[in-house]
C-alpha cells in the first residue's frame, strides 16, 4: 500500500516550463537592446554595399539587390582623406603603430607597479596608491595643453613616441589599480611561499604570478587596444598628420567633400574603422567577463 | 647550541605591538607547537622566524648564526602554510623543484630530492598533476614536500592542518608525528587547535596578546598550569574555577559553606590568601553519594551531555556551575543530590590578585 503511493507520486527532478513569466521579460528586454544596437549596423552594411544612384533613390531599410564591394576597396585604397587619396589603410596601419607600442610599454609599467605596490610595500607606497586613485579621476582635458608643452620640450611633438607616450601615460593611473588589485587579491601566503624557496622580485612576477595573471592581462589588452584605437583627440594633437590614426583619417574621409556625398564609402570606412575592437570583443569576450569577474572577486 | 634562538623580540605593525620582547629557546630536534587564540602573534613570530617580516626589535639565531637580517632562503627554513600555497600553474613535481632550480642545484640532485620527498609522503603517483587535481590531503602533502626537498635543519608550519576535514587532520597529524620521528628536525608549528598541541608537542608555548605565557611540555602544561589563563585555555570541557580564600595559614580552601583539605598540593608555598581561585579539572572530580569532611564539595545535578564513552555533567555546587566528567554508565539523573570529590594533588591554586599559579 505505501510502496504504490510512493511509486505513483512525483519522482526526480521538479519538470519546468521553458517560458516563465520572468525568463519571458529577460528574453524581451534582451531581444529589444540587441536591435536596438545592432540595426545601426545593419543600415550602414547594406548601405556600404550599394552603388550610390541606389543610395539616392532607394529605401535606406531595404537591401540592395545587387550588392558590390566597390566602395570598401574605394574606402581602403583611395578614399580622399584631405590632400591624399590613399584610402582608410594609411590609417589603419598608424593606429597599429600607435596602439600596438602603446598598450605594450603601459601593461608592462603598470603591471610592474601594481606588483610592487601590491607585494613589495616601499615608504609611502599607501600614499603612492591614494594619489594614483585620485588622479584617475583627474578629466584629462587638463592635462591636454601642458602635455603639448612636454612632447615639444622633448622634441618628440607631432611625431608617432609623443602619441604613444601620451597614452601610456593616461593609461597608467587605471591599469595600475587594476593590477593592484588583483595582485593584491592573490593569496598573501603563495608569496611567502615564493620568498622562502628564494625567489626573488623578477622570478616571482614572472614565474609565480604572470602565469596566474592571464585573465587580468587580458582585460588590460583589451582595455587598452580599445581605448587607444578608438582615441580621436590625443591622435589629432599629438602624431602630426602623417600619423593620424584610423580615427582621424575616417573623420577626414565623411568630411572631405568632393561632389555629392558618397555615403557607401564612409559606411564602409566606418565599418573598417570599428572593426579591430569590434573583432576583439568579439573574441575575448568570455576571457573579459572572467577577468573583470577575477578582479572583483576574491580569485 | 640551540637550533632556534629568540632574543628580545619586539614587533610593531605601525604603533600596534604585536610581539613584546619576546624570548624562545628552541633545542635541536625539538617539536615546539605555539598555541594560542587567534590574533595572539603566533603567525607573526613564525613570519619573523622566516624572515618574511622585518622585527622591530631583536634578535634571531639560527643553528648558531645570526639570521636577524638574512633571507628567508638563507635561514636553513622550510615553511608549510595553512591554505597550502602550491604554485597553481605548476605540477607536483614542479612545486617541489622550484626551490631547488632557484637555488641552481644540478638536475640529477632535484631529481634524487624530489624521488625521497616523495616517498616519505606517498605521493610519488601525484607527481605529474597539477595542485588543481588534488585533495586537501594531497595538497598539503605536496606542500610539506616542498619543505622537505630543501633538506634544512628548521621546519616551521601555519596551521596545516586547519583546511582539512576532522579525519583528514588526525590522519595527517598521526603521520606528522611520523616524519618528525623519523626525521628529527626541529619542528616549529602554529595552531589553535589543543589537541594538536597536547599531541604533538615536545614542548607547547602558550602565547596571548604577543606574550609567551608558559612554555612546558604538554604534562606540565596541561597539569600545573602557571596561571589562570592557561588553566582556562587548555582543556576541553574547560576547567572549573571556584573563587574563595586559603585560610588557617594556607592548610584549607573556604568558599561558601565549604572548606577543603589543602594537604597534599603540589605547589609552592599556599599562605593565607583572602583571593584564591582552586581551579579543578572535570576529569579529576568524582561523584560519590557520601560526604567526606574536607574532601567533598555538595552539588545537585543540572543537566548532562552524553559524549561518547564519557559524560559531562553539569551540576550546581554552592550556587555554581561546575562540570564532572564521568563514564556513561554512570550518569546521575537530574536532580540527584551528589557529593564531588576533589583530587587536590592534581588540583590548580591561583592567587586572584595576580592570577598566577600558587
Ligand atoms: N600585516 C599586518 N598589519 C597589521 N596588523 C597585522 C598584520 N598581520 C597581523 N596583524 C595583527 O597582528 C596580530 C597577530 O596576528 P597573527 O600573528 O596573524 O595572529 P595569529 O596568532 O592568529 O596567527 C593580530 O591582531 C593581527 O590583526
Ligand atoms: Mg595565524
Redesign the interface.
Known sequence: MANSNLAAGPSGAKPKPFITPQRAVVYTVLIVCAIFFLFPLYIMIITSLKNIQEIQSGNIFIPTLHPTLDAWEKAWNSACTGLYCEGIKVGFWNSIKITVPSTIVSIIVASLTGYSMANWPFKFSEVFFTILLLSSFIPYVVMIYPLVIITRELGIYSTLPAVVLVHTIFGLPLLTLLFRNYFASL?Q??F????????GYW?IFF??FA??SVPIFTVAVILQVTGIWNDFLFGVIYAGPTNYPMTVQLNNIVNSAQGGKAYNVDMAATILTGLVPLAIYFFSGKYFVRGIAAGAVKG | MHSVSVKNLTLKFGSAEVLKNLNLDVEEGEFIVLLGPSGCGKSTLLNCLAGLLELTEGQIHIKGKNVTWAEPSERGIGMVFQSYALYPQMTVRGNMSFGLKIAGLPKDEIAKRVERASEILQIGPLLDRKPGALSGGQRQRVAIGRALVREVDVFLFDEPLSNLDAKLRSELRVELKRLHNRLKNTMIYVTHDQIEALTLADRIAIMRGGIIQQLDAPQTIYNRPANLFVAGFIGSPAMNFIKGATVDGGKRFQFGNVSLDLAGYEGGAILDRPKAILGLRPEHLTMVDEAIAGHTIPAVVEIDEPMGADSLVWLLAEGRQMSVRVPVEHRPAPGKQVHLRVDIAKASLFDETNELRI
Do not use: Y
Open positions: 593569496p601566503e603563495l611567502k611561499a615564493a620568498r622562502v624557496d628564494g625567489a622570478q614565474q609565480v602565469p596566474m
